[in-house]
């Protein structure tokens, strides 16, 4: 089957691959129907070291069973499914507490040696911890929404959570990308009545009114602080999420929390240490984050994509299939894409 | 009247100064029965830069409430009183929400020319608001446990507070100082299963076990890591407490909460950014603390010391008079006390 590879910065190819098969009783392959490229694809893609045998890409992928291991139940071939960027046992301590990027048996799909979702096909670990059946017909709009409750949409709803987001808050949303996007829906799905949201690009913006945001700001930094406290009473935002992962980025949101607030941090950190060290402790926040137990919202989430309630996947502008996977990597990392989708 | 200021690291004095009096009606004057020398008085006088007018020192009291501007209603002449390490107003949002380090008119005893409690007596704004009466006659060694709930045990419980100590917990203090044997003291009475002291000063661990730890971990940097992995099957603490405000022992906090656990980080951090940001985003941490809401948890935590349920006063181990502060500071400073008590 036809699978993506990156080997190296800006490196990134379409391979034949062997299919996938059942190696444990507990997993399933299934056909990818969606799949995308993630921001946070464009790390590796600006800085991974060579190397010969590669590494498969992909942690997204809405698809369809087509065989399951002897020790699968709730899974049968045929079943719609949305896969979790990472897969879990849904039997340890910590997949029993919903703390999933804990479980003692892991795998972040498309990460270190771990097979990928940009791919004709993938097997999944522990499917039926893992994978969440879709009792519904989907027609291509619907498939791009579900196809975001694998990470984007779940992200952006961690972010929310663990900023404490709540009825009646001003909320701000550091980051205009996918993730920074859906933390807008996040938020006002949660109740929020105020979101600024901090971003430059003009369509990102526009979707991110359009999905709830009632104030942009397109300042940076020491700047962007000011601005965010001008619109808020001097006193900044309740919650904020930071779906970005840099250092400024991760300032800039310390920065712009009133007293008591939260800060959720997505973006995967990019910086050794979460500054404004004094300032976090002065004001007494709460800054939380790391990657989404998505499996554990997609109880809360699903329905909602279902109805129509929210709307995800508008975030993506582009589609590709296989074959023109490097040009969607190329569209994101120039921005001239804000989120590829890939129809194998 | 005798007060305690500082002119310059290491430097001192017991002054002549005139006495406090009412400058607004919501004030309170109150005459210092207890006080004591803090932690954090001991980063000053380690580093403060020279000044001829010198800084008050002190933000831990209990008192007898001596005079009251025409505003106060709620205390009069007579009233045997706790006074939190810092004045807030009651009544801004910060207040109403409980966030009281955020007031709007927060007033730090002892800091950036604010009056100090190592003194004969202090002026106390918004005295309604930021007073605790105490109904009950107090022996020497109640008003030690009364004098705690001014700020070392009351910021060891948001430490746990913050944390997120529930019962059944494994909890970790990071610290042995009064602060963390206070946190020791708070995790216990939260209910927390196991407590793990980090801490080496054998006086303070013994103290610590009375107080309710269960293990001592002596080592420090990567060895306590290890060590409390050990201790806990390789998973780390549900919550840690950062008693210390320094960068090893927050890299230390960090490096042994368990996935999905949360910091409580009360030391004043002397470092610029916490560090371990990716450690603490892989495991979805929640990172938190500052000056603790001291006001807020005495209607808690008062009733706990009146009953004798709790004993924080133990921490004090020595004890001077107000002309003999200057060698307290030595003592503790070189380690020789663990907290001094002043009796003016």
């Known amino acids: 089957m036809k699978a993506i590879y ?5 490196d990134v190819r379409t391979a034949e691959v062997p299919d996938p098969v059942i190696s444990d009783p507990a997993d399933a392959i299934i056909r990818v129907v969606r799949s995308c490229v993630c921001g946070s694809d464009l790390w590796p893609y600006a800085a991974m070291e060579r190397s010969d045998e590669g590494q498969a890409l992909g942690h997204e992928a809405v698809g369809v069973v087509e065989d399951t291991g002897a020790g699968v139940r709730g899974l049968k071939r045929g079943d719609l499914v949305v896969m979790p960027m990472f897969s879990t046992d849904g039997t340890c301590r910590f997949c029993r507490e919903g703390v999933l990027s804990g479980c003692e048996n892991v795998g972040f799909f498309g990460r270190q040696g771990w097979a990928g979702a940009q791919a004709e096909a993938v097997r999944v670990p522990y499917a039926d911890a893992t994978l969440m059946r879709v009792d519904a017909d989907a027609d291509d709009t619907l498939l791009t929404s579900l196809l975001t409750l694998s990470d984007v949409m779940a992200t952006g709803h961690h972010a929310a959570v663990v900023a404490g987001v709540r009825p009646g808050h001003t909320v701000a949303v550091v980051g205009d990308g996918a993730v920074g996007l859906c933390g807008v829906i996040a938020a006002r799905r949660l109740g929020a009545e105020r979101i600024i949201m ?26 962007a602080g000011e601005r965010v406290r001008e619109l808020t009473g001097g006193t900044g935002a309740h919650a904020v999420l930071e ?3 840099t250092e400024e980025s991760t300032s800039t949101a310390i920065e712009i929390a009133r007293p008591g607030g939260g800060v959720g941090r997505v973006g995967v950190p990019h910086y050794p240490a979460v500054p404004q060290a004094m300032a976090a402790w002065v004001k007494n926040l709460r800054v939380g984050g790391g990657p989404a137990p998505v499996r554990f919202y997609l109880d809360e989430l699903l329905p909602d994509v279902l109805s129509g309630a929210i709307r995800p996947g508008r975030v993506f502008d582009r589609a590709v299939g296989l074959d023109d996977v490097p040009d969607g990597y190329r569209a994101m990392a120039g921005r001239d894409a804000l989120k590829v989708l890939i129809t194998p």
């Not at 990156?6 to 800006?10: F, L, R």
């Not at 979707?207 to 020491?222: I, S």
């Open 243 to 245: 779906c970005v992962g």
């Open 6 to 10: 990156m080997y190296g910065a800006g």
């Open 198 to 223: 901090l971003g430059r690009h003009h369509s990102r913006t526009g979707l991110a009114v359009e999905f709830g945001a009632t104030d942009v700001v397109p300042e940076r930094g020491a700047e």
